[in-house]
DNA sequence: CTGTTAGCGCATTCAT
DNA sequence: ATGAATGCGCTAACAG
């Protein structure tokens, strides 16, 4: 495989001086119509792209860092929150922020090894995904500073929720409520949020309740979860989720089946998600937005060029946001009886 | 302002040669202990930065190309909706995709000065944006292709909506549904999209229909503009807005009202965005997903190495995708009369 | 208008 | 284990 053309090989095949390319290139005013043509046709002749590395060390250009950010968008509203303060926040630092899209394991190691072998960014941020310590010390030996959302990473600052203390509370409010036996939907096993939730709600209702993990984060998948739950324990009366999504799944297979909601039966969601006050639907609020702007502040101190030589090497430490329970129409208050309707 | 410490600086600082530096720099196993510390403390003391620039030069690195996507994020699920297949697709194609967040005019030129000053991008894409055609131009010069998502720009392909018409089937939609006076809640004056709806809406619904621009494209904004509306026009029984979520605030500010939504009130929301079937929410439909996945395709076709020299430059089309009327809960049915309750 | 030359900062043989 | 020399592809004077 033949490498890229360079300046030199269009030049001779152009007939003309680099340096003539070079100005064709960067639209000089000092060129001939006839030689910029010539030099033109020859560039696309040769699918010719100029080496920007070349470029920009030539012209000694801003050392402009980049954050690569990794997220997995599975659930769509929650990496939106995250994205724009964290493109925002990263904007105001001068910072570039490149995305990658990981849908698998596989799409990970690609990237990750990519950019340790390329060394494509400068920062790094892990959304929703751990990584090996083998990793962490790569990117440490390359000085690429690392910070992760949503998932606790050993050496990593990281900003998270205690989402098993959220879920634990969730489901507490049910029982309170007057639910006797609860239930919960869950989505795909390899999210370690999903796993902390569920781990919270079975501390609270018993390594006994009823569990479904649906196939995806997304309506229709917590409708068919919740629609196997109930087919395998009508007496469910308490669906407590993992995700905002498969709550409102849970919600339109509840109403499917003529169980009111909350009186029959009651849900909660996870995330407050946009619209969700809109439904009604209660939920564990998290402040996704802030994660977003954690990552983005941190980045930007971690990135900082010491002001002053022989400074002390800058840290971030981890932090762990409150999640808080937003009661709305889909359960009834802990102090009433289930006999009461407490809808306006 | 001191240019930034090279491998010489250091070099120097810690009295070895430059290779030494570069090898601890790599993580080479043919270092001292002791030499390896000495650079390492000069590095930090100097706040040593390698520049990739350069490194990537030295080591041929693939020249990997980016492309740059300007996006204003007022509408959340809008942009969502195209950065996920857009970024999935781009990354299929080899390509780096590199997020701005730009809210106004002064971000949008700041950027788009850099990029064309520090030739940071090899393609550009364009969300909901124009450019003047010295802009168009300053990227052709550069072999930077364009591509632009709802935005229609001269010399630039782009994917669009006939916004106009669908407002327009909207509008119309209303008035055979028996509306005798509808009103228009519209958003931001600087976006193109909602002044061409705002056109598809009085072409329909006569010069003389009452029309209130939102400060915002969320639901608070949607419902304050829809109450100035109210207030004003007591009359109005159809109500069309430019957004899913400003409709989402004028069916809020309805039902505070005691308004019966669709009896006394239809409303129509416009993109079809998650949740709105959950909400019963009538909306024009636009294929979102579409415009990411199309500028993705463009971008790769138009960033594609001619595969033989010589071969044709490669061109895509602008296309212009379609728009449905989704009907749910909050319209009546055309052929039925008013009078009649189309809800199940 | 156009060609020649000299770096840009780093990785990498080669020597030592 | 370490240093000197060379080149990566391109821009920017400086000549012509």
Not at 71 to 76: I, T
């Amino acid at each position: 495989m033949p490498s890229d053309p360079t300046i030199y090989d269009i030049a001779r095949r152009a007939g003309v001086g680099i340096a003539t390319v070079s100005r064709v290139l960067n639209g000089s005013e000092r060129v001939s119509p006839h030689t910029r043509s010539t030099v033109q046709r020859a560039m696309t002749d040769l699918g010719f792209r100029p080496n920007r590395a070349a470029r920009r060390l030539a012209v000694r250009g801003p050392n402009r860092a980049r954050v690569a950010a990794l997220m997995p968008f599975f659930s769509a509203n929650f990496y939106f929150a995250v994205c724009e303060p964290l493109s925002k926040g990263l904007a105001g630092a001068d910072l570039d922020l490149v995305l990658y899209n990981i849908q698998n394991r596989e799409d990970k190691n690609r990237v990750l090894d990519r950019l340790v072998r390329e060394r494509s960014c400068e920062g790094l941020l892990l959304c929703s995904m751990g990584i090996g310590q083998e990793r962490v010390a790569q990117f440490r030996n390359q000085a690429v500073p690392i910070v992760s959302v949503d998932f606790p990473i050993n050496g990593v600052p990281s900003v998270t929720v205690d989402n098993a203390a959220g879920e634990a509370k969730a489901t507490r409010h049910l029982l309170r409520a007057g639910a006797r036996q609860v239930a919960l939907v869950s989505g795909p096993e390899a999210a370690l949020a999903f796993r902390q939730r569920e781990e919270g709600f079975f501390s609270v209702a018993g390594a006994a309740a009823p569990l479904h993990r649906a196939a995806a984060v997304n309506i229709e998948a917590g409708r068919a979860a919740t629609a196997a739950l109930l087919d395998a324990h009508p007496e469910i009366d308490g669906i407590v989720t993992v995700n905002d999504l498969l709550a409102v799944g849970a919600l339109a297979e509840a109403r499917a089946r003529g169980l009111q909601v909350p009186e029959e039966v009651q849900i909660v969601g996870f995330d407050d998600q946009q619209l969700m006050e809109v439904i009604g639907m209660s939920t564990v609020r998290q402040p996704m937005g802030e994660f977003g702007s954690w990552a983005a502040a941190s980045l930007a101190t971690l990135l900082a060029r010491p002001a002053t030589p022989a400074a002390t090497p800058t840290t971030v430490d981890s932090v762990e946001l409150p999640v808080s329970l937003v009661q709305r129409a889909t359960t009834r208050s802990a102090q009433t009886q289930r006999t009461l309707r407490p809808r306006p």
